[in-house]
């Protein structure tokens, strides 16, 4: 049974660039959330898809944009690249649809802005 | 608004002790979920425990424990007879009650490190 995964591992931008986070849930799974992880900090909620509809939203500005796809794979894009956007990329997959509410997460991306 | 506060920043331990993990949360839900991750030096959250609010029983799971009082906002986590294993941050988060109009987002508290010495 394959866990979430997410790619890339690793991702050096510079500043001003535009990046593209990819995350595949877990079987069975219909629900992703996007989360940003600040080196020492607990993560931050960023927002969640389900049934390809963002369904709540963190406090991130627009720069941060996402999309699901029908098979339930996410992508998580980030425009106009800050430093301060430097952080772990988690992505955590659950389901909405059958009320399984815990959130199992990726690996994570880890981005560094230059 | 939610909140959840882990005041223990790091926890040094020595192996075979037992040490506990505090956990404080705010909301205004009468029907919200607790939870428990771990998250080892690789940086994978491993899920390990979800409680909900109408349920106040304490779990226990191998070497791994949990108490959860309503009365206090608390969900502490307990380790009995640590390994260095088990050495990780450690993080609790709170879900308010979910639509699935609406979703679940998790808040996490800031997570507690803890090392545990041979």
């Known amino acids: 049974d394959a866990g979430v995964t997410q790619s890339p591992t690793h991702l050096i931008k510079t500043r001003g660039q535009q990046v593209t986070l990819r995350c595949s849930p877990k079987s069975g799974h219909d629900t992703v959330s996007w989360y940003q992880q600040a080196l020492g900090q607990g993560p931050q909620f960023i927002f969640q898809y389900y049934e390809e509809e963002e369904r709540q939203r963190g406090n991130f500005p627009d720069r941060f944009s996402g999309h699901q796809f029908p098979n339930y794979s996410s992508e998580l894009n980030v425009n106009a690249l800050l430093l301060g956007d430097s952080a772990l990329y988690l992505c955590?997959?659950?389901?909405?649809?059958?009320?399984?509410?815990?959130?199992?997460f990726g690996p994570g991306t880890r981005l560094t802005v230059t | 608004a939610q909140k959840v506060t882990q005041a223990q920043t790091e926890i040094s331990v020595v192996e075979k002790e037992d040490v506990t993990l505090d956990c404080v949360y705010e909301?205004?839900?009468?029907?919200?979920?607790l939870f428990w991750y771990k998250q080892p030096p690789s940086g994978e959250l491993v899920f390990l425990i979800r409680r909900n609010s109408f349920d106040e029983q304490n779990e226990i799971s191998g070497r791994y424990s949990w108490n959860f009082q309503k009365s206090t906002s608390s969900f502490n986590f307990t380790i009995t007879a640590s390994q260095v294993v088990d050495s990780a941050v450690y993080f609790c988060a709170l879900s308010e009650a979910v639509l699935r109009e609406y979703g679940n987002k998790l808040v996490f508290g800031a997570g507690t490190i803890l090392r545990v010495k041979s």
């Open positions: 909301t205004r839900d009468t029907t919200y979920y």
């Open positions: 955590a997959s659950s389901s909405l649809g059958t009320g399984s509410y815990e959130q199992y």
